[in-house]
């Protein structure tokens, strides 16, 4: 008889409400996680400090690990200073810097990932992907993906707004990050994952349509769940291509040609959909981006984030070096400098109506 389903790896726990963080004794006592109590907790040695001292009571079996940053040294040394411990889980407390370093940290070693979560910035919360500086700048690497989520929206609300900006700007160019993947299907015959693709769709969209605020619960619950989904929907096509085309390419570019003035990576991102949307001829779903970017106070210009016209022309030139072999509306278009200045004096005042 012939497999009528097929796996999809995803985690085996999704908590994500308000006071998560009081029942995360009991989420990591699960005979799936941990059955011993011994676990390895990497934390921030800021918000991470003050979260140990209200959950070290609870976990009398976890020993505590210090994450210096997000470089991959500091994963590398991460894993070796856990390696010996016996433990059964690897759990990552805190914001992306902290979770990828333990996601590679507990793949270098064997053991499962739980991401705790205490900001929305990005996707990579439940994706198989590290993002990590190295020697070259920043490179990405393959992990498993977490075996549990949890994500307290009582302490999302404590962290500065500016992270979840940055998760709502990640999310929504998903969508631009889809239709990029479709224009590959049609013009290169690129396969495309049918279920990754909706997934990651409609987490976008789920955002981009939602009424709410930055402050408001319900809002706070779509957007948690839209970055856990799109995690997953990486794991489902097995590459990020359902959550990263153009606006990532221009991202990367501004972290790779300024590295020291470069944007959070959620209002990059924002910024590359809303324009890439523009470049495919897509000019209603640009706009609908602009209009909620705004709302949420994220830009839609680079002089918003600091840079200037030409800045952003050499960004976007630069964009598909960033990713080699990755087809999107830049490569499509394969525009000439002074091309990428009209497209963008063009998009400028649209956005400026």
Not at 22 to 50: M, P, T, V, Y
Not at 177 to 200: F, K, M, N, S, T
Not at 252 to 278: I, N, T, V, Y
Request: charged share 20%; proline share 5%.
């Amino acid at each position: 008889m012939p497999v009528l389903t097929r796996l999809i790896p995803s985690p085996v726990v999704v908590d994500i409400r308000a006071g998560a963080l009081d029942d995360l004794a009991k989420i990591l006592a699960d005979q799936r996680i941990s059955s011993s109590g011994k676990l390895a907790i990497a934390i921030s040695g800021g918000s991470g400090a003050k979260l140990r001292e209200r959950l070290a009571p609870a976990l009398p079996g976890a020993s505590w690990y210090e994450v210096g940053g997000g470089t991959l040294d500091d994963a590398i040394k991460l894993g070796d200073a856990m390696k010996s411990g016996r433990y059964d889980a690897v759990v990552g407390l805190g914001g992306g810097k902290i979770i990828d370093c333990a996601k590679y940290a507990a793949a270098r070693i064997g053991l499962p990932l739980v991401a705790v979560a205490t900001n929305l910035s990005h996707d990579g919360l439940c994706s198989p992907v590290a993002t990590l500086d190295n020697d070259a700048g920043r490179g990405s690497y393959g992990v498993p993906n977490p075996i549990a989520v949890v994500i307290d929206l009582d302490v999302i609300r404590e962290a500065p707004v500016r992270f979840v900006r940055s998760g709502i700007g990640d999310a929504i160019s998903n969508i631009s990050a889809v239709a990029d993947w479709e224009l590959a299907h049609r013009e290169r015959g690129e396969d495309i994952d049918g279920l990754a693709a909706a997934i990651a769709r409609q987490a976008g969209e789920a955002v981009l349509r939602h009424p709410g605020g930055v402050g408001d619960d319900g809002f706070l619950q779509v957007l948690a769940e839209g970055l856990v989904l799109t995690g997953i929907s990486m794991s489902v096509a097995g590459d990020s291509r359902p959550a990263s085309g153009a606006c990532h390419e221009i991202n990367h570019a501004f972290d790779l040609l300024f590295p020291k003035r470069a944007a959070s990576h959620g209002e990059q991102c924002g910024l590359g959909a809303a324009f890439a949307m523009h470049l495919r001829g897509a000019r209603e779903e640009s706009a609908l981006m602009v209009q909620v970017l705004r709302r949420h106070g994220l830009p839609v210009t680079p002089q918003e984030i600091g840079f200037t016209t030409e800045e952003f022309v050499q960004a976007v030139e630069y964009a598909p070096q960033t990713r080699p072999g990755r087809y999107t509306i830049l490569e499509h278009l394969d525009l000439s400098t002074d091309q990428i200045r009209d497209a963008y004096a063009d998009y400028a005042k649209t956005v400026s109506r």
